[in-house]
């Protein structure tokens, strides 16, 4: 398995993996500090349009995010709750379909990542992470959780030296090897699918993995709780930085800032979601590689729903949607100051929404696939439309007067 995890990005700069204690998880009135910068072009003129309403708007859309997806994994936790206590194929299913819609959930948030927001940094004060690393990360070596494929003993959950508990398992995350990942969504996805040893489908662990009485089936059962109230934690948590009822969140950091520096995260969050991590993290590495575990949920075959999310997180944002609410996106602001730009933006959103929603399923089909298949050229499409609307969106920095630079490796 190739050594590498999703990235965080701190205005151009690259960090690995995310740690928050479980005692600051309650602490909920714990505001992350935020660190003003300049994103001006050097020499610029301050800028006369007022982006105040834009401001506000993409507040509550990141609230809104985080709470559908904390509603979402809280589902998860009942259904997998119900699995445990009557572990049937049914039950298995309905937790593997609430694994997904919260997953999908989450996905469309990762539009607030890349800049000093909650989810990158805690407490940046005291250079403490945030939890994206904790709650995402992948690739994951199934073999340091549970047993895989010729290796019946393998990983935490057959080691019975080794306690399970929200401690433990936190102790060896991603400590020798990147991909030693032993909290979060994809460990879950482990956990309810199994491997995915077929180009068919998916994983097909079975229920009775689950049933009671056995040491190492109930070490299994304790894992997959602790994992799952692990992600719904971390979600209240995140959450609430973004709730603007709670007085000393992230929230008010955000809005105190100028509007210019508050701008330049927003555009660099969706910027480097779709031409850095989406376009080459996620789709042109596995593209090179053709390994189905470079897929982002490699074992639920839920990949490109993945993809398909992470593109309505960067729609959000332009258009300041979500679900039925309106508020006031990116679009608007551009709309008023190059009214040209906006137009060819909103087409490449939309040319993008559209090319991502084209890429047949499942993407480890595409992987295996010969060069200059159908498939590859329709995640390849994708990947072309992706680092167009990344160049876009620094462009609309440049009408607003503001420096954005994205990653490229």
């Known amino acids: 398995m190739q050594k590498r995890q999703k990235t965080g990005i701190f205005l151009g700069a690259l960090f690995l993996g995310a740690t928050l204690t479980s005692a600051s998880l309650p602490a909920l009135a714990s505001a992350p500090g935020i660190v003003p910068t300049n994103f001006a072009i050097p020499g610029s003129a301050a800028p006369t349009y007022g982006a105040a309403a834009e401001i506000v708007s993409y507040t509550e859309l990141a609230h809104r995010s985080y709470d559908d997806a904390y509603n979402k994994a809280i589902i998860l936790q009942k259904a997998i709750g119900t699995f445990l206590d009557k572990p049937t194929e049914a ?121 009671a009485g056995d040491t190492v089936t109930e070490r299994r059962r304790l894992y997959l709780k602790t994992v799952t109230d692990g992600i719904v934690d971390d979600l209240l948590w995140l959450n609430a930085q973004w709730d603007t009822r709670l007085p000393t969140v992230f929230v008010h950091s955000f809005t105190a800032l100028d509007q210019r520096d508050a701008l330049g995260r927003i555009i660099i969050g969706i910027a480097t979601l779709s031409g850095f991590e989406l376009s080459s993290e996620r789709m042109s590495v596995a593209l090179d590689s053709g390994d189905q575990e470079d897929e982002t949920s490699c074992f639920s075959d839920n990949t490109h729903l993945v993809y398909r999310a992470d593109q309505q997180g960067i729609a959000n944002v332009w258009f300041g949607t979500y679900g039925d609410w309106k508020g006031t996106g990116l679009q608007a602001l551009v709309a008023r100051v190059d009214p040209a730009l906006e137009k060819r933006v909103t087409a490449q959103v939309n040319a993008t929404t559209k090319a991502i929603a084209e890429i047949p399923a499942p993407v480890d089909n595409i992987l295996a696939s010969e060069k200059g298949s159908a498939g590859r050229q329709k995640l390849e499409a994708a990947v072309e439309n992706l680092m167009a609307e990344s160049k876009a969106f620094v462009e609309v920095g440049k009408a607003l007067g503001l420096v954005v630079s994205v990653p490229t490796e």
């Open 91 to 211: 039950n298995l299913k309905a937790a593997r379909a609430a694994w997904t819609a919260a997953h999908v959930s989450y996905s469309q948030t990762e539009a607030f990542r890349f800049y000093e927001g909650p989810i990158d940094y805690a407490k940046n004060a005291e250079g403490e992470e945030g939890p994206e690393g904790r709650l995402n990360a992948w690739p994951l070596n199934e073999a340091f959780i549970d047993y895989v494929k010729d290796q019946p003993k393998s990983g935490i959950i057959n080691d019975t030296s080794i306690k399970i508990s929200e401690k433990s398992i936190r102790e060896r995350d991603q400590v020798s090897d990147e991909s030693d990942v032993t909290t979060g969504f994809h460990a879950v996805e482990f956990l309810l699918w199994g491997q995915d040893l077929s180009l068919k489908g998916p994983g097909a662990r079975p229920a009775s993995d689950y049933k």
